[in-house]
Every structure is written in structure tokens, then in C-alpha cells.
């Protein structure tokens, strides 16, 4: 079941909200990464420039047959091989991914949804031995231009808490100027 309100604005305007290469830096994205599974990639806001850094493959789940079809479309026409889209509902079938497969999980703009935990579990699940998940979401400030509604969009503390609960540790965060912020969470073995 698709997230509550995991609508999109055109690609145009969502992506002017972005500097996905500045913020992938940022949240330890670095030409060490291997592989990464990508949870929600809607247009592949960040799933091309990710591609681009990491030496392995990045896995990009999504529920919406157009923004599989247009990360797919978009990765095709970079010539970015280490894509590869998966459509599915990662909220009631799980990723699909083999236990610690992956090195890093990207949550980005996505934890507003009914179940965190289960998300971060299934995220921690595939995670190799001290690999990381990257959270982003929108600044717990309703003046920002777009977002979930305040009632269900979470703090940096709420994310952070849920994270632990579920095994990761080690939190650092970080200012995602203007309208958003980040945290890096390691899996806690
Ligand atoms: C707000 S968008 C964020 C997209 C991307 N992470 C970004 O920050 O640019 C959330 C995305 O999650 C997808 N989504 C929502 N519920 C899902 C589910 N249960 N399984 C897989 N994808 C889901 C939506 O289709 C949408 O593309």
C-alpha cells in the first residue's frame, strides 16, 4: 500500500528543492559505497547522481509504475548500467533483497509513513555488517514550500529514536539547507 501522502509535485519542482550531490556527500555517499538500495525513488531525484559515485549496483524500489518507468528512462539514457529499478511495495512485501546485501539504505523524504519501524527493519535486515541508511525529510517548519502535513511529519529526534529502537546507532546529523535535514544512522551489530 502506497505511503500516506507520498504524492509528488512535477519533477521539475520537486528537483529545485535538491542539491542531490551536495546532499549525498553529505550523507557518506562516497566513491567506497558499493551497493545501495533506495527506498521510494519517485522521479530518481537522487538515484542518477548516486549511481554516478558508488562503485556497485543501487537498487531503486518504488511503488508508482511511472517513476520506476522514468528512473528506468532515465538511467537508460545516462548510460548508468548499476541501476536497477524494482517495482514493488516495500511496505507490505519487504525489498526483495537479500539479507546483508547492501552497504547503505536511503530514506529519503519517506519516513512520514504509517510504519516506520517496519521500514527500518526491513532497511537494517539488508544492510551489511556497518553499513548505514541515510534519512532525509523536510524541516519539522510548516513555512516550507512543500512536505507532509505537520501532524504526521516527523522530527530529527522521532526519526533518530525509531532508528535505535530498531538497531542502529552512531547518529549524526546534518543541515540539508534550505528546507531539509539529515541523518546518517550506522546498523549496530
Ligand atoms: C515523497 S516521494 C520521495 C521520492 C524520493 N525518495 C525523493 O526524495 O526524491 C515518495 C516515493 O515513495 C513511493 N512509495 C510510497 N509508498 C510506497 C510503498 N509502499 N512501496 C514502494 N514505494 C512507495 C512513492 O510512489 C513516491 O515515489
Redesign the pocket.
Known sequence: ???RE?G?PEREM?ENFFDPRKILATLGIDKQTTDVA??????G??TMPAAKIIKGKIYA????PD?VRLTNEAAKKQGLANVQTVL????TEGSGLPDESVDYAML???LHLEKPTVLLSEARRILRAGGKIGI?HWNYDPATPRGPSMDIRPKPEQCIQWAKECGFAHSQRHDLKPYHYGIVLRKEN
Open positions: 500500500m502506497k505511503i507520498s509528488m520537486w533506495e527506498f521510494g525513488c519517485g522521479y531525484t537522487f524500489l518504488d511503488i508508482e517513476m514493488r511495495d516495500f511496505m529519503f523524504n519517506i532525509i
